[in-house]
């Protein structure tokens, strides 16, 4: 399958060439040429997760990647499971936080790592990305001692916990992180300019691993998969199922489209955001008007401008899926009366899956089953958390190992020649 740049439709590359570009000319997104639909989905819901999902990706990585090579991939991406745990009688968690991260990122990003190792023989790769919190952790992770790729990791500033800030500032080796004095927007924007510094990208075979990425993406696609394998296991009849993603820079909720668009019987999407509220206001008003970011206690979705959200609009507009996506706003304070009711119904999460969760309850109809995804293990926002519910929380290995390690970043300025001389350097 080819792939193209949903603003510039004639540029048109293959799966390991949007993979190795990440974005298209004129910032364009690579968007998949055509979505498989399978029509043996009971079929497919019956295999395992690997399995499964290898079937689910084969369309799109085809021309680039043998079955027994993505298979490989898979197996050592997906090398932990997702976990749909009943919440209530008609709602559920899907927990995508059993990774070496504790974060749903690690999905994709894994995903990517593999495919990249075998797109990048002999040929030096940069990776720069920008971070919110978890994709910092998951990226850094899944490359980490992987031959030929350097990583630069770029995140704001004293706006990320500290145990997050330690789950990727302290591997050293290939990676290398900066502590940027400005939101994450600036550093978004930084990875932007140099990508649009044409000489510099090829110089250092520049590639980004955020969420524009296709490859993580489309890994992303399996778990809304496993999610309804598993529920149709644990019930006689699935219903209308909905999803409720807490939402960012969109990238999740782009790959449940894809599933859906691929015969995954999927009703309608709730996308919950926090106080950064741009979709949710452009869904209402028609107009797309980002305010200033600002920082809540759901702060991987700190986000003003989502940068999937040309993907999510091109899939409704075009007609791939039809009106399926409300848009709910949570605030703080609801962000945390989720988590104590959820603690009440003897669940302990943390403050994204709250804002999901909270904007499932607003919308859900009778007769739906609601899953929200907890994106994200409670232990990672253990101070926020605490304090919420007012108990102790203990720290999973993952977090533990790293807490008393040191953290190697160095501080810039929200310049982008200044990052510049410090990769060249
Ligand atoms: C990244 C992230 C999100 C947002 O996901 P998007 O794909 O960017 O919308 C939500 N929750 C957590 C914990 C995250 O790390």
Same mark, same amino acid.
């Given at each position: 399958?080819?792939?193209?740049?949903?603003?510039?439709?004639? $540029?048109?590359?293959?799966?390991?060439? =949007?993979?190795?570009?990440?974005?298209?000319?004129?910032?364009?997104?690579?968007?998949?040429?055509?979505?498989?639909?399978?029509?043996? /989905? *009971? $079929?497919?819901?019956?295999?395992?997760?690997?399995?499964?999902?290898?079937?689910?990706?084969?369309?799109?990585? =085809?021309?680039?990647?043998?079955?027994?090579?993505?298979?490989?991939?898979?197996?050592?991406?997906?090398?932990?499971? !997702?976990?749909?745990?009943?919440?209530?009688?008609?709602?559920?968690?899907?927990?995508?936080?059993?990774? +070496?991260?504790?974060?749903?990122?690690?999905?994709?990003?894994?995903?990517?790592?593999? #495919?990249?190792?075998?797109?990048?023989?002999?040929?030096?790769?940069?990776?720069?990305?920008?971070?919110?919190?978890?994709?910092?952790?998951?990226?850094?992770?899944?490359?980490?001692? @992987?031959?030929?790729?350097?990583?630069? %990791?770029? &995140?704001?500033?004293?706006?990320?916990?500290?145990?997050?800030?330690?789950?990727?500032?302290?591997?050293?080796?290939?990676?290398?992180?900066?502590?940027?004095?400005?939101?994450?927007? *600036? #550093?978004?924007?930084?990875?932007?300019?140099?990508?649009?510094?044409?000489?510099?990208?090829?110089?250092?075979?520049?590639?980004?691993?955020?969420?524009?990425?296709?490859?993580?993406?489309?890994?992303?696609? #399996? &778990?809304?998969?496993?999610?309804? !394998?598993?529920?149709?296991?644990?019930?006689?009849?699935?219903?209308?199922?909905?999803?409720?993603?807490?939402?960012?820079?969109?990238?999740?909720?782009? !790959?449940?489209?894809?599933?859906?668009?691929?015969?995954?019987?999927?009703?309608?999407? /709730?996308?919950?955001?926090?106080?950064?509220?741009?979709?949710?206001?452009?869904?209402?008003?028609?107009?797309?008007? +980002?305010?200033?970011?600002? =920082?809540?206690?759901?702060?991987?979705?700190?986000?003003?401008?989502?940068?999937?959200?040309?993907?999510?609009?091109?899939?409704?507009?075009?007609?791939?899926?039809?009106? #399926?996506?409300?848009?709910?706003?949570?605030?703080?304070?609801?962000?945390?009366?989720? /988590? %104590?009711?959820?603690?009440?119904?003897?669940?302990?999460?943390?403050?994204?899956?709250?804002?999901?969760?909270?904007? @499932?309850?607003?919308?859900?109809?009778?007769?739906?089953?609601?899953?929200?995804?907890?994106?994200?293990?409670?232990?990672?926002?253990?101070?926020?958390?605490?304090?919420?519910?007012?108990?102790?929380?203990?720290?999973?290995?993952?977090?533990?190992?790293?807490?008393?390690?040191?953290?190697?970043? /160095?501080? @810039? +300025?929200?310049?982008?020649?200044?990052?510049?001389? &410090?990769?060249?350097?």
């Amino acid at each position: 399958m080819q792939f193209y740049n949903l603003k510039e439709p004639d $540029e048109v590359v293959s799966f390991s060439q =949007a993979v190795k570009q990440g974005l298209g000319k004129n910032q364009g997104l690579f968007f998949p040429a055509s979505i498989p639909a399978f029509d043996n /989905v *009971d $079929e497919l819901l019956s295999l395992p997760l690997v399995e499964r999902s290898v079937q689910i990706l084969k369309p799109f990585v =085809a021309s680039c990647l043998t079955e027994e090579q993505l298979k490989q991939i898979v197996t050592k991406a997906f090398n932990f499971p !997702a976990q749909l745990q009943p919440i209530s009688e008609n709602q559920s968690i899907l927990e995508l936080f059993h990774g +070496p991260t504790l974060a749903f990122k690690d999905f994709g990003a894994r995903f990517m790592a593999q #495919c990249l190792q075998v797109f990048s023989k002999d040929q030096k790769i940069t990776i720069l990305t920008a971070t919110s919190g978890d994709t910092g952790a998951a990226v850094a992770h899944a490359f980490h001692g @992987l031959d030929n790729i350097d990583v630069v %990791i770029l &995140y704001p500033k004293g706006k990320i916990s500290l145990l997050q800030e330690k789950m990727f500032t302290t591997l050293g080796g290939n990676i290398k992180t900066v502590a940027v004095e400005g939101s994450f927007d *600036d #550093c978004q924007a930084m990875v932007k300019q140099a990508f649009d510094d044409k000489a510099f990208a090829k110089q250092v075979g520049l590639n980004s691993a955020n969420s524009i990425n296709i490859s993580r993406l489309l890994a992303q696609i #399996c &778990y809304y998969f496993e999610a309804l !394998a598993q529920l149709s296991r644990q019930k006689s009849k699935l219903g209308d199922v909905v999803f409720s993603v807490p939402s960012g820079n969109f990238g999740n909720l782009t !790959a449940g489209l894809f599933a859906k668009a691929m015969g995954l019987p999927i009703k309608r999407f /709730v996308a919950a955001t926090n106080a950064n509220d741009t979709v949710p206001r452009y869904l209402q008003t028609g107009e797309w008007s +980002p305010n200033e970011t600002v =920082a809540t206690i759901s702060n991987a979705m700190d986000v003003s401008n989502p940068n999937n959200w040309p993907r999510v609009e091109h899939m409704i507009k075009s007609g791939i899926v039809d009106e #399926c996506v409300s848009s709910v706003s949570i605030d703080e304070e609801q962000t945390q009366t989720g /988590v %104590i009711q959820l603690n009440k119904l003897g669940y302990i999460s943390e403050p994204h899956a709250a804002v999901a969760y909270k904007a @499932l309850k607003y919308s859900s109809e009778e007769g739906e089953h609601g899953i929200f995804l907890g994106t994200a293990h409670p232990a990672k926002f253990k101070d926020v958390v605490e304090s919420i519910l007012g108990q102790p929380i203990g720290l999973p290995k993952e977090l533990a190992d790293c807490a008393g390690e040191t953290i190697l970043s /160095v501080d @810039l +300025p929200a310049d982008f020649d200044q990052l510049k001389t &410090y990769i060249l350097a």
